[in-house]
């Protein structure tokens, strides 16, 4: 399944629309085998730490991807804990996105952009030099994502791939079953959706996993995965 080496330049946007379309019907691992054939080592994977399932597949097609985490400063312990757990598992190549430390936390001083000053500009910086990144997100993950790409071009630019686009619900929990997946220890406490401490609560609506996130505020997205 895996495709010719393809520079970002030969790629327009009718050919990763070809391209995402295809890829409804290829397993995730060939998805990902594309990409690091198409663009390694100008290739990164950005991580959440609610579970390593995109790690676990990444890994087996290429031990040494890049991985970045961006450690916003306000993260839950049991998140930089499941950090530390999945990169001694993976003897990962990860990069760690720190933010400077501010007197007062940006979260509570300009809530409206904090999302985009901490998360956005720091994987702007993480991407600088890359030709394509790749992603967790799910298309059953909320109605925001639904109609979701396998393949497209973000805002910088870069070819943005989410190789688990398709996955429901039901088939991370039989990955994680079956794989023996390192989980957020928060997943089992009731947090679906995690994000940084003062931004993510339990669901308020329970049929929406994402719920918890900002709840009561009108964002339903940090700007990570914005086309």
């Given at each position: 399944?895996?495709?010719?080496?393809?520079?970002?330049?030969?790629?327009?946007d009718a050919e990763l629309g070809d391209l995402s379309r295809r890829f409804e019907s290829w397993p995730a691992?060939?998805?990902?085998?594309?990409?690091v054939d198409s663009f390694a080592p100008h290739l990164a994977l950005t991580a959440?730490?609610?579970?390593?399932?995109?790690?676990?597949?990444?890994?087996?097609v290429d031990p040494a991807i890049e991985v970045v985490f961006i450690d916003t400063g306000y993260h839950f312990p049991e998140t930089l804990d499941t950090v530390e757990e999945v990169r001694r598992r993976y003897g990962l190549n990860?990069?760690?996105m720190t933010v400077q430390r501010q007197?007062?936390?940006?979260?509570?001083?300009?809530?409206?952009?904090?999302?985009?000053?901490?998360?956005?500009?720091?994987?702007d910086r993480a991407l600088s030099g890359k030709a394509a990144w790749m992603s967790g997100l799910r298309r059953a993950e909320a109605d925001s994502r639904v109609t979701a790409p396998i393949v497209a071009r973000d805002l910088r630019g870069l070819v943005k791939v989410n190789p688990i686009a398709?996955?429901?619900?039901?088939?991370?929990?039989?990955?994680?079953?079956?794989?023996?997946?390192?989980?957020?220890?928060?997943?089992?406490?009731?947090?679906?959706?995690?994000?940084?401490?003062?931004?993510?609560?339990?669901?308020?609506?329970?049929?929406?996993?994402?719920?918890?996130r900002w709840a009561g505020r009108s964002?339903?997205?940090?700007?990570l995965h914005m086309m």
């Open positions: 399944m895996s495709l010719t080496n393809l520079s970002v330049p030969e790629l327009s691992s060939a998805v990902i085998e594309w990409a959440s730490m609610t579970d390593a399932v995109l790690i676990d597949l990444a890994v087996k990860l990069r760690i007197d007062e936390p940006l979260w509570r001083a300009d809530p409206e952009n904090c999302c985009s000053a901490v998360k956005v500009g720091q994987l398709t996955w429901s619900d039901l088939d991370v929990e039989g990955y994680i079953a079956d794989h023996d997946v390192i989980v957020n220890p928060l997943i089992r406490q009731g947090y679906p959706s995690i994000g940084c401490q003062p931004c993510t609560q339990k669901p308020v609506d329970p049929d929406d996993p994402r719920s918890g964002r339903t997205e940090c700007g």
